[in-house]
């Protein structure tokens, strides 16, 4: 035989043990086989030109998956003016404290909505059973998000967010070990399962005084850091690597718009388009979130500011222990970088503006 036939042969059945590990996971969170939702607008293989629009989705369910301090604040306050521009109902957000009321009873057949927005709505579309049901997200550097989620959570001690601990008794660099990889876990969100009353008593109460936990209520603990202790234990470092693979693989497939905050007005041109709906329209000039940040005690100047923001990311990128943390947001987010490239290429073409 060949070389080249055994280096086939040799990739075939990687796969094929890919495959095996992928389903093996699936035997034990069968809810991480997402099968409800729309692929990306923009990459589904026509040749987009300005006279070839693409059909969008018949009468949608639209569901914001927030990777919190990426923008997402600034993006829900567009939703509303979306909806009330179009007299549609207000979005639900599927918050911590709502999630069993709003997902995990029956009558949530009574709370439908066009919109839904929140760090807890990836897997929602299976959820409701909603085959018309669209995601979209907004995706920030994670160095970059890592460090405003720090400085935002020594203000915020009520928000889900920065509940499990405590951003002012802990450094950077114990916070990004602390949150790890947020969006790659969120990818992994089943709330009516993990942040349930019975897995919370059952599985999680244990680890939760096994990790000396910081936060406020030991009863209580966020949604996001539930699902920390409980996945993070459940999968060895190869499943997480073939999960990895997986999210890799199918972001495309799943979300029909994915926005970049460095590009924030850009994704609300691909909103529209995807959507029909006003983002751009009506939200071109809403800003994100302001973080307070401090120089030498005193408020930044954008400019220190940013000098500040690209200081700290390098000590964070130059951290082997922190990089292994992030290590799957990065290789998300670099992944979704490309993606926007894609959409951003095929929208310019579609509006008449060519490649930008």
Request: hydrophobic fraction near 35%.
């Amino acid at each position: 035989m060949s070389m080249s036939g055994e280096e086939d042969k040799r990739k075939s059945r990687e796969e094929e043990l890919q495959k095996e590990r992928l389903y093996a996971i699936f035997n034990k969170f069968p809810w991480l086989n997402r099968k409800l939702f729309s692929a990306n607008y923009f990459m589904n293989g026509r040749n987009n030109t300005k006279a070839n629009f693409k059909p969008r989705i018949k009468d949608p369910t639209y569901i914001f998956v927030h990777n919190q301090k990426s923008g997402g604040t600034t993006l829900k306050n567009c939703i509303d003016r979306v909806t009330s521009k179009k007299k549609m109902a207000k979005y639900v957000g599927v918050w911590d404290d709502v999630v069993s009321k709003v997902i995990g009873e029956a009558n949530l057949k009574h709370v439908r909505s066009k919109f839904y927005a929140s760090e807890n709505t990836f897997g929602l579309c299976d959820e409701l059973n909603l085959p018309n049901c669209s995601y979209f997200t907004l995706i920030r550097d994670p160095y970059e998000r890592l460090i405003s989620c720090h400085e935002f959570c020594k203000r915020a001690l009520w928000d889900p967010l920065c509940a499990a601990s405590d951003a002012r008794e802990l450094a950077l660099k114990e916070w990004a070990l602390h949150q790890g990889s947020y969006f790659f876990r969120q990818l992994q969100f089943k709330p009516t399962y993990v942040c349930s009353d019975k897995i919370m008593r059952e599985n999680i109460a244990p680890k939760i005084k096994n990790a000396k936990y910081l936060g406020r209520n030991a009863v209580c603990p966020p949604c996001w850091y539930l699902h920390k202790l409980f996945l993070d234990d459940a999968l060895n470092d190869t499943e997480k690597e073939v999960l990895l693979d997986y999210f890799l693989d199918n972001l495309k497939n799943w979300f029909t718009v994915i926005g970049i905050t460095e590009e924030y007005r850009t994704t609300l041109g691909l909103l529209q388009q995807a959507y029909d709906l006003p983002f751009q329209d009506l939200c071109w000039n809403l800003t994100s979130m302001k973080g307070l940040y401090k120089v030498d005690g005193k408020p930044a100047s954008p400019q220190s500011k940013q000098e500040l923001i690209q200081k700290l990311k390098a000590e964070l990128q130059a951290d082997p222990e922190v990089n292994m943390a992030l290590y799957f947001d990065v290789k998300i987010y670099e992944k979704a970088r490309d993606i926007f490239e894609e959409e951003k290429k095929q929208y310019f073409t579609m509006i008449g503006l060519g490649n930008q």
